[in-house]
């Protein structure tokens, strides 16, 4: 063949070369996917900032204004004024302290302009005082008294007297909330039990019959016996509370006010100004382990939110406990024993379009089929008695349960897709292997074709349980609260009580941040507990992970 | 389409390419495919030697389509107890259709229609009142790639046991080592029993399947192409492996590799186009056949 015969090939133009070898489509692509990763480390890192910042000390500032008047607080925001307004009054700018004199005041915030200040100082032992009620004082510390005796005097004795007397007297304190909540608590539960026997007996025999004057004649006995023991408890408390009458702080606020504190009725106290780096980090992680570990306290603004950790973990396990099993069994059924057609084609994407209904619909079909058809069924067969005797429903209401069940609904869809997927990935030469053995469908599907497709089945159980935990607007319809202290799993008979209420992160988030009456207080809350959300759900998705990389390292070979 | 006169033509059609193949002399002599090709039935050649032997599997007229394709022509062929018979012919002409017809695979396939029949020692494999599940536990199968269960070595020998529910540990152990003994491949994993079989090389594996397929004493074993996927290395160790084989088991191998047919196995069928062509002790397919089409074929001058 003769080459000079064959006309030359070159690019005809830039244009023809660029597309060829498509630099621009590497740069549109790249770049979306820049901005994705942009977006998402910024959200995440603006919440982790903001959220592990919360607890942090920040200084007092005593800020003497103009007129004489004084604020006496923390600065959380500075912003500069409108550039108009700026140049006619001429001053640079604005800040928002938070003031904790709410008593004197009426503002937990206060806008301060720059040029209104005539001086700011940082008294050395300007104290954050964390109240148990009526949220935060800022003040000095002056005496400490009881009763009528002063025990100490000026700022460094009284630190000191407060380091040494204020453990105990919260001690004092939480053994008598204690008493109140657990033990007598106890004693409640035990009479409503009799109360409900009677009226159970009312029922089963009829008013008046001899099993039900036996169940009132036990109650009548009981009730002397438990008002026998409830003495006991009030003498111990009064007597703990006794030992802590008396005890009282003084601080002065920024207004020179002298305001007492009860020693008991003090969480937390600090001195921001003189605390060393080891100060503030014990400081930052007392708080973190009451936020962590304690219900909470002042409309959820302040104190811990244990029993919305433990209710979004429980109510996600429970959810997946549900969903996987039903989940997976449906899309064997789909995948691996329905013939192809337009039926099962139909299914299919029926079962797609169930993942984009709107969640609250889910919300509501939970609320009106599980609420109060299978509840209302369950109370009126099992706690009847209940129903009659305090006119509340037991299951017929929102509760973990129906909650979880809710959310296994809303997540089923993407179980199953995620799953059919999974096991159509597995090769048919592996089906095909087992039947030559003489293996049976289901012997075939349970050891070669499950145990295959598990890692892409955990893929679809974390994508579920993430959703599943994050999910807010169905759950304020079928058992989320505000506040519900009592833990669906505790030391109570039966320990599990899928009927409770509960509590839940996301929830909450929406309660502090938009529903509380001190919404600029709490915007740090809402950080620090979106913070703890969402490293709740990665906790929870780390571990599915682990646990699919182990299966896969098992099942699926890399080499060949 | 499909209307009567156009069927008519391209029957004319192949008449005329039929009698034209016919009449070239001179030619390579492929007078037998052409008219394969065109649709016309021919007589298969087996040699006598063949059907001396007695026989472990008897394909007795057996016809296969899918859909309305067919891909077998009635296939009559005895398989020889205890020798290993080798399928060779050009890609898609159905030897491994033919392969899994023998243990009912084909029935996962659900446009698969047959006629005729088939019969291990007897029994009918296509009777209606045969159970499958017990007919194909009297049958290894090994596929063209290696396909190791995600489980460990040992299981994946024992898994024809542990579905018929054999627990004993002592059987389990005897029947892994035999297995693995019979595959040759004891020696290199009798120490890590344990571990997942799908850390093993290409050629491991499938003496893996081997083993496998051994494991519950089948009455006959078909191979797929079982070399396909291997290097020339691991190659060599599983045709070693079939000859050692031969004798103790009846073995139908499908091959594309005619090396391979001609080392290892004691009789030889050739196919072309769903149809036996020629049928024979393995010296004699590839030495003196019968048929120039088949010498063509083992020759390497098509295919």
């Given at each position: 063949m003769n080459s000079e015969s064959l006309p030359r090939r070159r690019a005809r133009s830039g244009h023809a070369n660029l597309t060829a070898h498509g630099e621009p489509w590497v740069w549109l692509t790249a770049s979306s996917l820049a901005l994705a990763i942009a977006m998402i480390v910024g959200l995440l890192s603006l919440i982790a900032w903001r959220g592990l910042a919360t607890f942090w000390p920040v200084p007092l500032e005593l800020v003497t204004l103009a007129d004489g008047r004084r604020v006496f607080g923390e600065v959380t925001e500075r912003e500069p004024l409108e550039p108009t307004t700026a140049a006619i009054a001429g001053h640079p700018g604005r800040r928002l302290v938070r003031t904790g004199d709410f008593d004197a005041s009426g503002n937990h915030f206060e806008w301060i302009d720059d040029t209104?200040?005539?001086?700011?100082?940082?008294?050395?032992?300007?104290?954050?005082?964390?109240?148990?009620?009526?949220?935060?004082?800022?003040?000095?510390?002056?005496?400490?008294?009881?009763?009528?005796?002063?025990?100490?005097?000026?700022?460094?004795?009284?630190?000191?007297?407060?380091a040494r007397e204020h453990p105990i007297a919260r001690g004092r304190l939480l053994r008598a909330v204690w008493i109140d909540k657990h033990e007598r608590g106890e004693l409640q539960r035990q009479r409503h039990a009799a109360r409900l026997a009677v009226v159970q007996a009312g029922l089963d025999a009829g008013a008046g019959s001899q099993r039900q004057s036996e169940a009132e004649r036990r109650e009548r006995q009981l009730a002397g016996e438990i008002e026998r023991r409830e003495q006991t408890l009030d003498e111990e408390t009064a007597k703990l509370r006794g030992e802590n009458a008396g005890w009282v702080v003084e601080f002065e606020t920024a207004s020179g006010a002298s305001v007492p504190v009860p020693l008991d009725g003090i969480v937390r106290a600090w001195q921001p100004n003189r605390l060393s780096l080891a100060g503030n980090l014990g400081v930052y992680l007392s708080r973190w382990g009451e936020f962590l570990g304690d219900d909470p306290r002042e409309a959820n603004s302040a104190g811990g939110v244990f029993p919305a950790i433990w209710g979004t973990v429980t109510m996600t396990l429970i959810m997946a406990i549900f969903v996987a099993p039903f989940g997976v069994l449906a899309a064997l059924y789909l995948r691996e024993y329905a013939g192809r057609g337009p039926v099962t084609t139909a299914v299919r994407v029926a079962i797609n379009n169930l993942a984009g209904v709107p969640s609250i619909v889910y919300g509501a079909f939970g609320l009106g089929f599980f609420c109060y058809v299978v509840g209302a069924g369950i109370d009126d067969v099992f706690f009847k008695a209940?129903?009659?005797?305090?006119?509340?429903?037991?299951?017929?209401?929102?509760?973990?349960?129906?909650a979880s069940l809710t959310l296994a609904l809303l997540t089923l869809p993407v179980v199953i897709v995620a799953t059919e997927e999974a096991l159509s990935a597995v090769p048919n030469s592996m089906r095909e292997g087992s039947y030559a053995c003489g293996a049976g469908k289901w012997q075939t599907i349970r050891r070669i074709v499950l145990p295959r497709?598990?890692?892409?089945?955990?893929?679809?159980?974390?994508?579920?349980?993430?959703?599943?935990?994050?999910?807010?607007?169905?759950?304020?319809?079928?058992?989320?609260?505000?506040?519900?202290?009592?833990?669906?799993?505790?030391?109570?008979?039966?320990?599990?009580?899928?009927?409770?209420?509960?509590?839940?992160?996301?929830?909450?988030?929406?309660?502090?941040?938009?529903?509380?009456?001190?919404?600029?207080?709490?915007?740090?809350?809402?950080?620090?507990?979106?913070?703890?959300?969402?490293?709740?759900?990665?906790?929870?998705?780390?571990?599915?992970?682990?646990?699919?990389?182990?299966?896969?390292?098992?099942?699926?070979?890399?080499?060949? | 389409m499909g209307s009567g006169a156009s069927m008519q033509s391209v029957d004319r059609a192949r008449q005329d390419i039929a009698s034209e193949a016919v009449s070239r002399p001179g030619e390579p002599p492929q007078d037998r495919l052409i008219a394969v090709a065109a649709g016309l039935e021919v007589e298969a050649e087996v040699h006598d030697g063949v059907l001396k032997e007695p026989p472990v599997l008897e394909i007795d007229r057996f016809n296969l389509w899918y859909g309305t394709k067919q891909a077998l022509h009635r296939i009559t062929m005895p398989i020889p107890l205890n020798k290993v018979t080798a399928l060779v012919g050009p890609s898609g002409c159905g030897k491994s259709t033919l392969l899994r017809s023998v243990n009912r695979l084909n029935d996962l396939v659900q446009s698969v229609r047959i006629t005729g029949d088939m019969r291990l020692n007897g029994d009918s494999i296509y009777d209606p009142r045969m159970d499958v599940i017990e007919l194909r536990k009297r049958m290894g199968m090994v596929f063209q790639k290696p396909n190791p269960f995600p489980m460990s070595i040992y299981e994946n020998v024992v898994y024809s046991l542990r579905i018929d529910g054999e627990t004993s540990r002592g059987v389990l152990d005897e029947v892994c080592e035999m297995s693995l003994r019979g595959a040759a491949l004891w020696d290199e994993v009798k120490d890590r029993l344990q571990d997942s079989a799908l850390g093993l090389s290409g050629g491991q594996q499938q003496r893996l399947c081997i083993a496998r397929a051994i494991a519950a004493e089948p009455e006959v074993l078909l191979l797929d192409e079982p070399c396909s996927a291997l290097d020339p290395i691991a190659t060599g160790k599983v045709e070693d492996l079939i000859q050692e084989l031969r004798g103790r088991y009846s073995v139908l191998i499908v091959t594309h590799n005619m090396q391979q047919a001609s080392r290892s196995s004691d009789y030889t069928a050739f196919m072309y186009l769903g149809r036996l062509i020629e049928y024979g002790a393995t010296t004699d397919i590839f030495t003196k056949p019968v048929l120039r089409e088949t010498e063509a074929y083992v020759t390497g001058r098509f295919g």
């Open positions: 209104l200040i005539a001086d700011i100082s940082q008294p050395e032992w300007a104290t954050v005082v964390e109240r148990l009620d009526a949220g935060r004082l800022h003040g000095i510390p002056r005496r400490l008294r009881h009763g009528d005796r002063v025990v100490a005097e000026g700022s460094v004795d009284v630190g000191e007297a407060f209940s129903l009659v005797a305090d006119g509340q429903p037991t299951f017929g209401t929102g509760g973990l349960l129906w497709a598990l890692p892409g089945i955990m893929t679809g159980l974390i994508l579920a349980m993430a959703r599943g935990a994050g999910e807010v607007a169905p759950l304020m319809l079928v058992g989320v609260k505000k506040l519900a202290v009592e833990l669906p799993v505790d030391g109570t008979f039966p320990f599990v009580h899928p009927e409770r209420e509960f509590m839940h992160l996301a929830y909450l988030i929406y309660d502090v941040g938009f529903q509380s009456p001190n919404s600029q207080a709490a915007r740090p809350m809402v950080f620090t507990i979106t913070f703890l959300l969402v490293a709740i759900i990665a906790l929870l998705n780390v571990t599915a992970i682990w646990l699919r990389s182990r299966l896969r390292r098992r099942f699926v070979s890399q080499h060949f | -």
